[in-house]
DNA sequence: AGCACGCCGACT
DNA sequence: GTCGGCGTGCTC
């Protein structure tokens, strides 16, 4: 029974995926009064013509007293597919990092579960060219003719015609009758289905199927066809078996006859009927992997859970190769075993490597997998199979935290340090790790968060006692920590001992380890064939016409890039300012290294992962593939090659340029490239052989490299808090950052100066650092500011902070010069 | 964020 | 003159 009468007028209040930070509030249909619960989806008109869906926050019996409310059109759900869990979890989202309700809602909701419309326009019924009374400009007619084939989107439109504003000819060709507009729901969730085969019931049993086969004895077409479905389904003995039937294209698998399966499904002798069925592999290969733990593993597992009684949030500190995948399956059987569900968070691209079907060999069907790269409909699929309890474990990546559980006991999160968990637009500006953190208290769960490479501040919260600390200190299986060789390039060149930007060490190792049939690694954190070019007589270099940004060169789309918009200009054969021919390229990127590592070894197999071979679907396993099989020998890639990747017999990695990664203008930079040539240098030996990695760089004497050299994170941790602690750097402070976008670079920096000087005024206890212009001053032709906000660790009023600043904000916002100018708002940026 | 409306410059 | 640009306000 509902709560309310049900003659009552109920009233919807509504969280809609839109960043507007308000509910909206509809009526609903009395035919609902007894069926609408919170947390359903509805779909709900919004503006002049669009439709919505949206989530029911509340329900009530206040009509609203400003206006009248809409109609909810239509409810999606038999139960609620948001849990309260849910909401609070989104509006702390919201909160901590300064975006709407909306917002997250936006980013929670898989796409194929946010359906709403989109305006189309189509060619008017009664439309007729030749009888219409009115005259069309030339654009009109072009449309027109191009509305015949189909019904357009106003985008399509505009690209057409190559107008950015659709509106006037729409409105226009309205008045003139000769279009219509309509609305086209998009991206409604498709379940997958099956058709499938199976007999009448009239002639299930013995005698009637004699019969029948009198009756076909003519037709041994047809004959053929029932009498393979009655051997692959064999009803004779076991009747039930024709419910199911066969599937469609498994019967005619073997080439019958299909028009004649259709003469017996028209003469009702065989029917055809349709299922839904899984999008995923349902093999619940659970083949009881044993999974056989190391003393150092069961230890550490033991620790875990000891620390779990006391503390709800554990650092796994296992240095590369130590198996912390081992300790993790034996855990998440273990909270499995206790009813609860199961979150495991991995990098974006770990996701499609060997991890995750080692764990679904053990996990078989209860396991469901969350992927950028899966489609809207597997989405939902993945949804729908944990709200139904399919699935109690999930494998996923940043956005699975939105996933709607309803017990996690556990969340586990690898590589803890990861940056691609941190999301940097659109908003929500979520760190996953620390959301889920929060997520885990909300459902009373424990995190254990792992790395062999723990972020500065995850491991400063262990020393707070805030977080338990275990560690890992012994590789598996008997492996040694690789070598690290560090290679003086500057040296090398006064010896002349270097083959180009290549160390005669580099050369000659790799020389060595092809030889003896291993495989090596070479790492460059920077894709395209050069980041720029530039003419050798009048030092010309191309810039991105959008943005503050040289062009990167693409040989082998023979095309300058820009790595932020997308812009994109063919190479020039000649310099456009003084007509030189000479024109050199600057700097390494992964397509140049390939190209000068097949020169260097023509006999070997050189293979290049970054972003821009991996973009279709499988190419990511494809390289990965060949590189196991061991059919390519060198494999050149970005950072890409540091996540979740295992090979046996990688005996050497080699680290390009470490030079550029430990100069980076930013505080993270030791600690990212302390983290990243780990990670990378942890690829090297396996099993049985110790591996080798050799560091190039013109620093040779660099702090953060001799860490790296001893396998010291402690030494690196203590080095790198104090100079944290001597500029009041996280974890000694909390960080906001403040970006300012405009078309307008004067009103930019305007408007970035007032709001540095509001907030200065208007705040106390903080430190405001800026404005400055940051290091891609702009991008997508809008000039950027960017403010730095300290808050000091330990300030109680971090809350009211944000909120002053976004107070600050929605007060420039309001200002008239101002109106156009974006603020946009990083909490903990990264 | 979209989307509609309304005001204004630079072309036929 | 009108077409197409852009600023402004609103969404239950």
């Known amino acids: 029974m509902s709560l309310f009468e049900s003659t009552n007028t109920l009233f919807a209040e509504l969280l809609l995926p839109v960043p507007i ?140 015609l190559g107008i950015k504003q659709v509106h006037g000819i729409l409105k226009s060709l309205t008045k003139k009758e000769a279009i219509i507009v309509f609305e086209e729901i998009k991206d409604k969730y498709k379940p997958k289905t099956e058709r499938r085969i199976r007999l009448s019931e009239a002639y299930v049993n013995n005698k009637q199927l004699e019969g029948l086969f009198e ?89 875990i859970l000891t620390a779990f009684e006391k503390q709800s949030t ?55 997998i969350y992927h950028s790269r899966f489609t809207d409909n597997e989405r939902v699929e993945v949804w729908k199979n944990i709200l139904n309890g399919t699935f109690k474990f999930v494998v996923g990546v940043r956005s699975s935290i939105f996933l709607p559980f309803e017990n996690l006991g556990l969340v586990i999160i690898d590589e803890e340090h990861d940056s691609s968990y941190k999301q940097h637009e659109p908003a929500p500006r979520y760190h996953a790790r620390d959301s889920a953190i929060y997520l885990a208290q909300l459902h009373h769960a424990k995190v254990l968060l792992g790395s062999a490479t723990p972020g500065i501040e995850t491991y400063f919260q262990t020393e707070q006692n805030k977080y338990a600390l275990v560690r890992l200190d012994k590789r598996y299986a008997e492996a040694q920590l690789p070598t690290i060789i560090i290679s003086n390039l500057q040296e090398e060149q006064q010896r002349k001992t270097n083959k180009g930007e290549f160390s005669g060490l580099l050369i000659r190792k790799m020389e060595e380890a092809l030889a003896a049939k291993e495989q090596v690694i070479i790492f460059q954190n920077r894709r395209g064939y050069s980041p720029s070019i530039s003419c050798e007589d009048c030092h010309w270099i191309p810039k991105c016409v959008n943005c503050a940004v040289s062009l990167t060169y693409h040989q082998y789309r023979h095309a300058l890039i820009c790595h932020y918009c997308g812009y994109k200009e063919s190479m020039p054969d000649q310099c456009p300012t003084c007509t030189s021919k000479r024109i050199k390229t600057i700097g390494y990127g992964t397509e140049k290294l390939e190209e000068e590592l097949n020169l260097h070894f023509p006999d070997s197999t050189v293979q290049r992962m970054d972003l821009d071979t991996t973009r279709s679907k499988s190419s990511y396993e494809n390289i990965i593939e060949q590189f ?142 800026g404005p400055g212009e940051p290091m891609i001053s702009k991008i997508r032709n809008q000039y950027l500011m960017s403010i730095l906000v300290k808050v000091a660790r330990g300030n109680q009023q971090l809350a009211q902070i944000k909120k002053s600043i976004q107070s600050e904000i929605d007060r420039l916002n309001k200002v008239k010069e101002f109106r156009a100018v974006r603020f946009i708002i990083d909490v903990d940026p990264i």
Not at 259 to 278: C, D, R, V, Y
Not at 343 to 364: H, M, S, W
């Open 21 to 160: 930070p308000k509910l909206f509030t509809y009526r609903v249909p009395q035919d609902y009064n007894d069926y609408i619960k919170i947390g359903q989806r509805a779909i709900v008109p919004f503006g002049e013509r669009k439709v919505v869906t949206g989530v029911i926050t509340h329900l009530h019996s206040n009509p609203p007293k400003d206006y009248e409310a809409k109609y909810i059109l239509e409810l999606l759900d038999e139960e609620r597919v948001v849990s309260d869990i849910q909401f609070r979890f989104f509006q702390w989202i919201a909160d901590y990092y300064c975006c709407t309700p909306g917002e997250v809602l936006n980013a929670a909701l898989p796409a194929g579960l946010k359906l709403s419309s989109e305006s189309m326009v189509q060619l008017h019924p009664g439309f007729d060219w030749n009888e219409s009374n009115f005259e069309f400009t030339q654009k009109e007619e072009i449309l027109l003719k191009r509305l015949a084939q189909e019904p357009l989107t106003y985008t399509d439109i505009s690209k057409m």
């Open 314 to 368: 554990v650092l796994l500190h296992g240095i590369t190769g130590s198996g912390k995948t081992e300790i993790y399956i034996n855990l998440v059987q273990k909270a499995l075993a206790d009813g609860s569900q199961v979150l495991l968070l991995l990098p974006e691209i770990a996701l499609t490597t060997q991890i995750v079907q080692r764990l679904k060999k053990v996990f078989g069907g209860v396991m469901g």
């Open 628 to 769: 196991e099989k061991g059919e390519t020998n060198i494999l050149v890639g970005t950072q890409m090659l540091t996540k979740g990747l295992d090979f046996d017999n990688v005996s050497l990695v080699g680290i390009f340029n470490a030079d550029r990664m430990l100069h980076f203008p930013d505080f993270r930079s030791y600690e990212r490239a302390f983290q990243l040539i780990t990670q990378v240098s942890g690829r090297a030996g396996r099993r049985k052989k110790t591996g080798e990695v050799i560091i190039q760089t013109s620093q040779a004497e660099h702090p953060v490299l001799n860490y790296i050299l001893n396998h010291d994170y402690l030494g690196f941790y203590r080095a790198e808090l104090n100079e944290r602690h001597q500029h009041i750097y996280p974890p000694y402070s909390r960080l906001i950052e403040l970006t300012v976008k405009h078309i307008d670079k004067k009103i930019c920096r305007q408007a970035s100066s007032e709001l540095a000087e509001s907030i200065r005024g208007t705040i106390t206890d903080i430190q405001v650092l």
């Open 215 to 303: 009756l076909l004895g003519n037709k041994p077409k047809q004959e053929e066809v029932l009498l393979r479905y009655l051997q692959e389904v064999p009803i004779l003995q076991d009747k039930t078996l024709n419910k199911q039937g066969i599937s469609r294209a498994t019967l005619l698998q073997t080439d019958l006859s299909e028009s004649s399966l259709s003469t017996l499904i028209k003469n009702n002798i065989l029917e055809e009927f349709e299922i839904h069925i899984s999008r995923f592999d349902s093999t619940t290969t659970n083949e009881k992997q044993e999974i056989v733990l190391s003393e150092e593993q069961l230890q550490a597992e033991q620790s």
